[in-house]
């Protein structure tokens, strides 16, 4: 069946808020590597991995052979009323690199769920439904995810199950302070979060939760130590921190193993997905004990840490830290930003280079100011489609173009995704 064939179908069974990349999208049937090949045949270098999903690539024989060592035994499930070995030996692992006191892990199948998860908890813990988050966020499609996501663009309903108050940090190039230095950014995003609380909640608020780096509102970086600016002022009022670390864990930012440790704080709670399972659904949330175990009613997740993706995420955790993927995440990030850097000074069109380790935003604009440019992101992701480069996209005003890919990249490979970039940007700056 053809490409054509298999879009005209999804149209017609799918919902049309299903979002598709590319003009003529594409089906992805084989993977090797940093590789995948589509049914036509063409091959490309992937630079987005599955939404940051696939964090060691594709086809990699420790985590495929531990995946069908379970299938050889006939149990794909059991549900969590039954002892999963895997799931145990999992969670004490994550338990011990979280650095949470008393941590105790629970798994479900999706960042989406592990963030309904910590606000369920969050919110009981502290007998509070108001949430702080930050502006432009966002944490997953469900109806108390979507609550607290502050950008408009993913945002489908303003019915809510808990109150939310924004408050500014997440986005600094058009943001309100984004002329001032690290700490004058950093104190001005403190005075806000301060009067955020006197004038829009009542004071007892549940927990404040943010993304370290902003992942679909576009890899927004804030300079480090913001939160533990903010941390400051939480524990004044005993307002629990959430680390929505989805796509800043497992070291794919180079410095640090989880995203918000760049700010020298722990958080109360952590949530994490996508990179663990390396293609597998799973996801899951960290928490110190007194708080995972403040629900006092029953409850089981039927999928989540089943023995297949539990068996998958743990030989993929065993492989990111035996072949030390956060240090060449360090060392190949700080190439690609160096020589994106040297690629956006030549175009006007390229407004700000961000990012840490392997998770880099372009966000382009029109030329001789900062707003935003969508036409130019497209042309961008269309050119480097055309050249052999898969990408991501996204940011508030969807101008922004999104690398993050798998952590076992090679030099050759990011110096071959340097040079497509490069002629995909000159091309579309001349149009």
Not at 86 to 111: C, M, R
Request: overall charge negative; hydrophobic content about 40%.
């Amino acid at each position: 069946m053809t490409e054509p064939d298999l879009l005209r179908r999804h149209r017609a069974v799918l919902p049309d808020w299903l979002a598709l990349y590319y003009s003529d999208p594409i089906e992805i049937v084989s993977a090797e590597g940093r590789h995948v090949t589509d049914s036509q045949g063409r091959t490309y270098l992937d630079f987005f991995a599955g939404i940051l999903t696939n964090a060691i690539g594709y086809d990699v024989p420790e985590i495929s052979d531990a995946i069908r060592r379970q299938l050889d035994t006939g149990v794909l499930h059991t549900s969590t009323l039954y002892l999963i070995r895997k799931q145990v030996e999992l969670a004490e692992q994550i338990a011990e690199l979280s650095g949470i006191p008393d941590a105790k892990v629970f798994f479900t199948n999706s960042g989406t769920e592990a963030n309904e998860t910590a606000l369920l908890l969050a919110t009981q813990y502290r007998r509070s439904n108001q949430i702080l988050a930050l502006r432009n966020s966002y944490h997953g499609r469900a109806f108390g995810t979507v609550g607290i996501t502050g950008n408009r663009g993913w945002s489908a309903s303003s019915l809510s199950p808990v109150k939310v108050s924004y408050v500014h940090g997440g986005y600094r190039y058009r943001g309100p302070f984004a002329h001032l230095s690290d700490a004058g950014y950093i104190a001005a995003c403190a005075d806000d979060l301060r009067d955020v609380l006197q004038t829009t909640t009542s004071g007892d608020v549940a927990a404040l939760i943010a993304e370290p780096i902003q992942g679909v509102g576009g890899f927004c970086t804030p300079p480090d130590g913001l939160f533990a600016s903010f941390k400051e002022i939480l524990d004044e009022h005993g307002i629990l921190l959430i680390s929505d670390e989805v796509q800043t864990g497992w070291g794919r930012t180079g410095e640090h193993f989880w995203g918000m440790d760049a700010h020298g704080v722990k958080p109360d709670i952590m949530t994490f997905a996508k990179g663990v399972g390396n293609g597998l659904a799973i996801g899951g949330v960290i928490a110190r004990g007194e708080i995972m175990d403040c629900l006092k009613a029953n409850s089981i997740s039927t999928f989540g840490g089943n023995p297949v993706a539990t068996a998958g995420a743990k030989a993929t955790v065993d492989y990111l830290l035996e072949h030390d993927l956060q240090g060449n995440a360090a060392k190949l990030g700080d190439r690609l930003l160096s020589g994106l850097r040297q690629i956006g000074a030549r175009h006007d069109i390229v407004g700000d280079v961000r990012g840490k380790g392997l998770m880099i935003g372009i966000e382009l604009v029109r030329p001789g100011g900062t707003e935003p440019n969508p036409p130019a992101a497209t042309e961008v992701l269309e050119e480097t489609r055309s050249r052999g480069l898969l990408v991501g996209k996204g940011g508030l005003y969807n101008n922004v173009i999104r690398l993050a890919p798998p952590m076992t990249l090679t030099g050759d490979e990011a110096e071959q995704a340097l040079d497509i970039l490069g002629e995909a940007i000159t091309a579309a700056d001349h149009r």
